[in-house]
């Protein structure tokens, strides 16, 4: 297409060439490769009931300290808040070194949905049984 101003650009093949990438043609001809983005640990029965699932939450919370009230209703009222900020902080560490990238919301509604399988409460009962073990030991050595 020539014209007085010489040569001009043909507009179809030149929109090709920037569908091919970005602003110029596809020199190689290849397709671009996918990026693989790497998945984050899954959440399933098998996580729970591993060393970091519910047996750390049975060790590790034996560990908590909890404050104890007073007489006074408005210091139980404060004691008691403190405490259970005390657990929510406790779980959510624990659910953040489960999956860390997974938000604690989300995290709850899971384990619930999970908890309802019957091998995770065959687990949970016999951990339990364990850990009740555990204490009546414990008790008679004192």
Known sequence: MDSK?????????ESENRSAGFGGPNKNNKEKMPIRRKKGPKLD???LMSEKGFRKVLCEAQKLKFATPNKDQKDQDKVTEENL?????FYQAWAHDLCPKMKFHDF??????????RRILAHINDLKDEFKKEISSKENNM
């Open 85 to 89: 900020n005390t657990l929510i902080k």
């Open 5 to 13: 101003y010489g040569n001009t650009l043909d507009y179809n093949t």
């Open 108 to 117: 709850i509604q899971k384990v619930e949905v999970l908890c309802t399988e």
């Open 45 to 47: 029965g098998t996580t």
